[in-house]
């Protein structure tokens, strides 16, 4: 069965309530969400009562709360240690994350692995896995995923070696896996309509069970561009049959596929994930996916 959802909103009142009716309302059986902004790291208590709300209108509405994902806030970086409180607060915090997530029930935090700013290479993938180690230790459960980044800057975990070098220096390896991002893949070099030759060389080195959820996202530049803008499903240069074969390549059937493409309109104010959702589940291209999605919302 296809898994498949997208990111959706959660604020303080209404917390993993909102979340969930933001997904049933694109049709979606799972969705991903962040705990607070993705760009600060403010973070609210949770509210225990709207957690089971939450809870009894997934099982409802057929989400298993097992394929639901969380995001932690892209400003936390645990591959420099050049600013030591910095690089303590970026553990402290994913620590506190990965708590509230026990206390959610969910099972998987999509974590982009840092940037090595002003330090080594090798240096930075190093203070990741001692990080990682130091969160897994002192937590339970949750299972941290290594997003596949784009190289922008001086991002890691550009490619396969730089996640296998992270993963091999974790000493529990049972809370480690992998989130791909086919948009972050094209634009780090890997030709996305040789999908399964990238799934070769994934399990070959790191595994290909290691795999728990993959970004679905089209991009808006060319392969090894090391841009990282993502494009909707379709319109951008990995194109949507190179997608649909991702999505329904049978190696990875019963992981959540997530879109974090963008919204829609003068204003990017309108949600693409209910036409993209359906459309994916037609697989077939639709050549007037934004004016539908802008007339959808307007009306
Ligand atoms: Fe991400
Ligand atoms: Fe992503
Ligand atoms: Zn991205």
Redesign the pocket.
């Known amino acids: 069965m296809l898994i498949i959802g997208s990111h959706v909103s959660f604020d303080s009142k209404e917390q993993l309530l909102k979340s969930v009716k933001e997904a049933i309302s694109y049709g979606a059986n799972t969705f991903m969400f962040y705990t607070g902004a993705p760009q600060n790291t403010r973070r609210c208590d949770l509210d225990l009562n709207k957690v089971n709300e939450a809870k009894k209108i997934m099982i409802e509405n057929g989400i298993n709360i097992d394929n639901v994902i969380c995001h932690a806030p892209y400003i936390v970086n645990i591959a420099s240690d050049l600013d030591a409180s910095k690089y303590d607060f970026s553990i402290n915090f994913l620590k506190q994350e990965v708590l509230r997530l026990d206390v959610l029930g969910i099972k998987y935090l999509v974590l982009h692995p840092g940037s090595s700013v002003g330090i080594e290479r090798r240096h930075a993938l190093e203070n990741i896995s001692n990080a990682l180690n130091k969160i897994i230790s002192e937590t339970n459960e949750v299972i941290i995923l290594l997003e596949t980044m ?1 190289g922008k800057g001086t991002e890691c975990g550009v490619n396969i070696q730089e996640i296998y070098d992270i993963i091999e220096k974790i000493s529990n390896k049972d809370r480690i896996g992998v989130c791909l ?1 086919t ?2 893949l094209n634009d780090s070099g890997i030709d996305i309509s040789k999908f399964d030759d990238y799934l070769d060389n994934f399990d070959m080195l790191i595994g290909i069970d290691k795999i728990k959820c993959v970004h679905i ?1 089209d991009s808006k530049n060319e392969i090894a561009s090391h841009k ?1 803008r ?1 494009e909707n499903i379709g319109f951008g240069t990995i194109g949507f049959d190179n997608l649909i074969k991702v999505i329904y390549n049978e190696r990875l059937e019963s992981i959540p596929k997530i879109l ?1 493409t963008p919204y829609v309109g003068e204003n990017k104010e309108f949600p693409p994930y209910k036409q993209e959702i359906e459309m994916i589940k037609n697989k077939k291209f639709d050549n007037s996916l934004i004016e539908n999605i802008i007339n959808y919302y307007k009306k």
């Open positions: 784009a991002d948009c972050h996202n990282d993502h974090e």
